[in-house]
């Protein structure tokens, strides 16, 4: 497994009391949170088997749904369902992957 589906895998670790607290306010929120987060992590790994143009769509598609992931969560922030701090570690995860994921797509020449 490569670093960044590691990444992704433990991204989704933090998510899991998050959703559970989200998906009590906003059923729809946690669903969405639950869906792009679940997408960024199988686009991730499935890119390891893709060449070319097709690798960097996946990585481009897992990227996309990495900062929705994200932008849900603060979202869930601003609608007080939970607190910034509860937030904090999962949103560095996201940031750290996000930019595995810039990297994986443009890599040096």
Known sequence: ???ASAVALEFISS???????????DPDLASQLRRAATSGALNTAEAWRRDGRDRAMRFR???AECAEAATALHVARRWGYVADDAT???????????AM?????????
């Open 15 to 25: 998510l899991v009391p998050l959703v559970s607290r989200i998906r009590i306010a």
């Open 101 to 109: 994921l810039y990297r994986l797509q443009h890599p040096r020449r």
């Open 1 to 3: 497994m490569c670093e």
């Open 88 to 98: 904090a570690p999962a949103l560095a995860l996201a940031d750290r992957l996000g």
């Open 61 to 63: 598609i897992a990227a």
